[in-house]
Nanobody, 124 residues
Framework: QVQLVESGGGLVQAGGSLRLSCATS????????MGWFRQAPGEEREVVAA????????YYADSVKGRFTISRDNDKNTVYLQMNSLKPEDTAVYFC?????????????????WGQGTQVTVSS
């Protein structure tokens, strides 16, 4: 079983920054593609960013391009989401996910392990 634990969420003013961390129990470095998803009240879960097993490929939703950066430290088995220039529209529960099925995907159906989520609230 792969355990995922998110941290770093909280309340921040618009224009501020947060860095989310996802600590994993992955023991074989680079064996899982990773992704960040978010879900706002009344909305469907949407992909925010994804990163391949090696970290060589990344994907970002149009709404966060240029503001968010996904990265991973395979030595620490941790994935990060650096969020800059936050907007109220970024308010959501953010989930970390891992995929042992494919090398790289932005499709939530491709992920078979999920964290519990962490709340990010951006005030105006």
């Amino acid at each position: 079983q792969v355990q995922l634990v998110e941290s770093g969420g909280g309340l921040v003013q618009a224009g501020g920054s947060l860095r989310l961390s996802c600590a994993t129990s992955i023991r074989t470095s680079g064996s899982y593609a990773m992704g960040w998803f978010r879900q706002a009240p009344g909305e469907e879960r949407e992909v925010v960013a994804a990163i391949s097993r090696s970290g060589s490929s990344t994907y970002y939703a149009d709404s966060v391009k240029g503001r968010f950066t996904i990265s991973r430290d395979n030595d620490k088995n941790t994935v990060y989401l650096q969020m800059n220039s936050l907007k109220p529209e970024d308010t959501a529960v953010y989930f970390c996910a891992a995929s042992g099925r494919v090398l790289f995907t932005r499709n939530p159906n491709g992920y078979n392990y999920w964290g519990q989520g962490t709340q990010v609230t951006v005030s105006s």
